[in-house]
């Protein structure tokens, strides 16, 4: 297996000799970075004889984070990417607990710190040239992985430096390069882990191939909830290849079940042998549910008063229009597109992992989702990760349920096991983005100024998901994320949540909540705009009496849409906007009908604030992906259930968008918000609204409900 451990590389690191080791605590969230001394904690750059090595934190997942890290590092210590090797860490304790991707975190938490990781090695470097010189530090500068002392045309390469630097105070305040001078941040890089992915070198999670390795496939009940009674796995074991059946626990939030694993010499063993098996499940009290009866729950939920979000002014004051609506979004899976797997190793105490998740310190210690080892009673020292690269994130490897199955798996055998999850075990088990419902009430004045806004949340909760004994009377703020963010200046406001009980797992998908509610938030705010009979864009910027971000990313959107030139006959465009913790984007989506009756979706416009940015072309890039997924969640089938079990089971009945679906997406990208603002998520949360507006202003016709029926309009 290739896929090498942090503590095996230091532990061949150290034994080649002359290593620097930057050492920098750095728990992604903060604000400025923990300097101690050399020699300790985490170190991102490693300098030796072999050359410069950065290693990258934040699992990548096809966001770039492999590159954007590196490049921010970089940028500081006056290197270029071809001249270093980057490493993803696996979760070992002296980096900290920012080994994790989600939330749109990796630039938007650590441009400044990652900054300051390379500008203190850089600073630490020309000052041991100095030193060496008997020169002033003021007198050299670096360049290309070089420090130069110009006056008496010498240099030396950082490698002869490292161990002079290395004995060194780290600066606590490192001079950080002045914007105008980059040669990297800002401008569009080639990535370095294309080329590793489109030549098959990039290992996955799912590439694990460990000496001795077996197999297994899980069977797990299809009614979700059900509990395993007994199994016989006399047919099974006649398989050719099958060495054991085993019963295997999944642990995720607050919830657990009990699978039948059939562990064999092959994973087509496995699935033949996984067919053979003959289960008792219990289902009773799970085996009668209907996402219909469900749903309709959730309406009656609406007529609660519920949790108090946020309220401003006074929501009964009078006005001229009261305009009701009732929005309703559903479950969707996360398609994650190289499989669930997971290989784990267990030797007496021992546990070794190969995998793909986004949260590798979760995995090997206390860290941002929850505790591994707390949850298994493992030592974290015992546990030894090699994370690969992610194919596929969203939002579903944030969880280690999978890991902790294929765990209890590899303790019943004593050789490795690859536990992979069939595409069909992935659309039918979960966790699922949760169903949302929206009841909105908007008020008008009689000069048709909005005056009164009220959104009411009805769903389940990630937080009840999540934790066995959450208090249902407080506030769930992961279930109104966003709705009393957004930046209009409404003078009377009321935002609520009306908890809803549910038995399935529920898990963040990418954007979060928002990727629900801005449907409901940003159609409800286009119904206002037409029963006041003005613009939709025009009504949103007027909404704003300050000249916010979100006011300068819809004028922008204005302007390269050319907004006010009429579109031909048979065409229409909607608008939305979402501002949420994880960034900042505006979209205009450009529909036609086509010759069928159907609705085409032709274009898709995006303004995208960063505050700042690192590489525009994989920003355009991420924009693209977001726009295409959120395509799918508004178009296609979502995640239903009848009499307990999954309806969908694979692409073919909860489809992703095809090629022939695709509009052209134009990304605009901007940078003078106040802040800086993530990247994977922001483009997502607009698109469903903006396509429902764009659909009512071509047809006159409000849908209200995800997804959207464009065959039927």
């Known amino acids: 297996m290739s896929l090498e451990s942090r503590r095996s590389f230091i532990k061949k690191a150290g034994a080649t000799g002359l290593t620097f080791w930057l050492g920098l605590s750095y728990v992604k969230g903060e604000s400025a970075p923990v300097i101690s001394t050399?020699?300790?904690?985490?170190?991102f750059i490693k300098i030796d004889a072999s050359g410069i090595t950065i290693f990258n934190p934040n699992p990548e997942m096809g966001q770039g984070s492999y590159q954007a890290v590196a490049s921010m590092i970089a940028e500081e210590l006056e290197v270029s990417l071809a001249q270093i090797t980057i490493k993803n860490t696996s979760g070992e304790k002296e980096f900290g607990g920012g080994q994790w991707a989600g939330g749109s975190s990796t630039v938007r938490e650590g441009y400044i710190t990652y900054r300051k990781i390379g500008a203190s090695a850089k600073e630490m470097l020309v000052k041991a040239a100095s030193q060496t010189w008997g020169v002033s530090p003021e007198s050299c500068t670096a360049k290309e992985g070089k420090v130069i002392h110009a006056a008496?045309?010498?240099?030396?390469?950082y490698e002869e430096l490292a161990e002079a630097a290395s004995l060194l105070e780290i600066p606590k305040e490192p001079k950080l390069k002045d914007p105008k001078d980059f040669k990297m941040l800002g401008k569009s890089v080639k990535r370095p882990d294309i080329p590793l992915k489109v030549t098959g070198k990039a290992e996955f999670g799912i590439d694990a191939d460990v000496p001795g390795m077996l197999y297994s496939s899980v069977e797990r009940c299809p009614v979700i909830g059900g509990t395993l009674k007994t199994f016989d796995a006399t047919a099974a074991m006649k398989v050719p290849g099958v060495v054991k059946v085993v019963s295997a626990e999944r642990v995720i939030g607050k919830y657990s079940s009990t699978g039948v694993a059939v562990i064999a010499k092959t994973y087509w063993a496995a699935m033949q042998g996984r067919k053979a098996l003959k289960i008792d499940w219990d289902t009773k009290g799970f085996e009668t549910f209907n996402s219909s009866d469900y749903e309709n729950k959730l309406r009656s939920l609406s007529k609660e008063e519920g949790i108090l979000d946020k309220q401003k002014g006074s929501i009964d004051i009078p006005v001229n229009q009261v305009v009701e609506s009732f929005y309703e979004t559903p479950m969707v899976a996360h398609h994650p597109l190289e499989p669930m797997n997971c290989t784990v190793q267990v030797k007496g105490k021992k546990v070794e992992i190969w995998t793909s998740t986004q949260v590798p310190v979760s995995v090997t210690g206390p860290g941002m989702m929850g505790s591994l080892p707390g949850l298994m009673g493992i030592n974290p020292e015992d546990i030894t990760l090699h994370a690969g690269f992610i194919g596929g994130g969203f939002g579903r490897r944030l969880y280690f349920d999978y890991i902790v199955e294929a765990i209890n798996v590899a303790k019943q055998v004593d050789s490795p096991v690859k536990v992979v999850w069939s595409r069909e075990d992935t659309t039918t088990q979960g966790p699922f983005r949760p169903m949302t419902f929206s009841k909105m009430i908007g008020g008008l004045s009689e000069k048709n100024q909005l005056v009164s806004f009220q959104h009411k949340v009805?769903?389940?909760?990630?937080?009840?998901?999540?934790?066995?004994?959450?208090?249902?009377t407080k506030l769930d703020s992961m279930m109104t994320e966003g709705i009393s963010a957004q930046e209009y200046d409404i003078p009377n406001m009321k935002n609520s949540f009306v908890f809803a009980d549910y038995h399935v797992p529920m898990a963040a998908w990418r954007s979060v909540t928002s990727s629900t509610l801005a449907f409901a938030h940003e159609c409800f705010i286009d119904e206002l705009a037409h029963k006041a009979k003005k613009d939709p864009l025009d009504f949103r910027i007027d909404l704003q009496s300050t000249n916010t971000?979100?006011?300068?990313?819809l004028k922008k959107l204005r302007e390269i849409t050319n907004w006010y030139k009429p579109l031909p006959a048979g065409k229409a465009r909607g608008v939305a906007q979402w501002d949420f913790f994880a960034g900042l984007s505006a979209q205009a989506v450009e529909v036609s009908l086509a010759k069928n009756g159907a609705v085409s979706v032709d274009k898709v416009y995006v303004v995208i604030d960063l505050g700042t940015v690192?590489?525009?072309?994989?920003?355009?890039?991420?924009?693209?992906?977001?726009?295409?997924?959120?395509l799918s969640a508004a178009i296609h089938p979502?995640?239903?259930l009848k009499n307990g079990v999954v309806e969908q089971k694979n692409f073919?009945?909860?489809?992703?968008t095809r090629m022939s679906e695709a509009p052209e997406v134009i990304v605009e990208i901007i940078t003078e918000g106040a802040k800086i603002k993530g990247v994977g998520e922001p483009g997502l949360p607009p698109f469903a609204p903006a396509l429902g507006n764009a659909i009512f202003a071509l047809t006159k016709k409000r849908l209200r409900k995800l997804p959207l029926e464009i065959d039927f309009v």
């Open 652 to 656: 073919d009945t909860t489809p992703v």
């Open 549 to 553: 971000d979100t006011k300068r990313v």
């Open 614 to 630: 690192v590489n525009p072309d994989n920003v355009k890039a991420q924009v693209e992906g977001a726009v295409l997924m959120a």
């Open 638 to 640: 979502a995640i239903t």
């Open 38 to 43: 050399a020699k300790s904690l985490t170190p």
């Open 458 to 472: 009805i769903s389940p909760g990630f937080m009840d998901s999540a934790m066995p004994n959450w208090d249902k």
């Open 152 to 157: 008496t045309n010498r240099s030396l390469k």
